[in-house]
């Protein structure tokens, strides 16, 4: 009696176990399938997993004039150009940039947008500013604008958005940008600047500090939350297919 009493609770628990793993599978199945639309606007990223790694950069192209570690690319007294696989133009709009931001020393770091050899709009940490935000780039005067977030060491998630035609006078742009805030409806500054100011295409991207500064998880995109939560790395996604596996072996030997 008890002998059967037990099979037949061990028989529950497979079919317990089995429903788990089932459930398991069908979430991760459910992950990739939000991942893969989510993507979907993402124009040009790179997870600085290796040289030449990341997606939407002119074949053949890698950063150079700094190095690749477990935190990101590390620039150190240089700047670091990267051309898009074909120029960023205002017909992606909103324009996002997201990117993980890590600084050192008392100097201007931050990542920038070029139309060829003109520098148009810097995000990170101005020139002497003691808070995160950008500048956009104009030969007679440049315009900064700043969040709330304090110039430190620590790691901060950036994200600007360019809203192309945008801006309350007739062709301004504007200017949107988020530290460590997920909140779309609420970004830490808001600017508009006159249209003529900011061209309406990109053509590389730099990374440069007179200091050290660190980037990982650059996402341009016209999804805030693709610029905001990055790319996954390919090596989260390796471990999702990795963790399928092993669960469906786990169930064909239950
Ligand atoms: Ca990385």
Redesign the pocket.
Known sequence: MNKQKKKGNHMRTKVKRTRLILGLLSLMALSILAITPANAGVIAS????SVG?GTGWAAGSSWSGGSLG????TVFGATSFRPFASSVTDSNNPLYIGF?FTRNFDSWAGVSLFNGSSEELFMGRPFQQSRYGGEVSDPSQGLIYLGNVSVDTSAHRMVTQIDFGGGAGPGEDRIRFWVDNSTEAAPDATVDVDGSWLPSLFTQLRIGSNGSLTV??LTVSTSFGDSYAGVP?PATMSLLALGGVAALRRRRKA
Do not use: I, L, R, V
Request: overall charge negative; aromatic content about 16%; proline content about 8%.
């Open positions: 790179d997870d600085f997993s790694s477990p935190s990101g690319f993980d990982d998880n790395e």
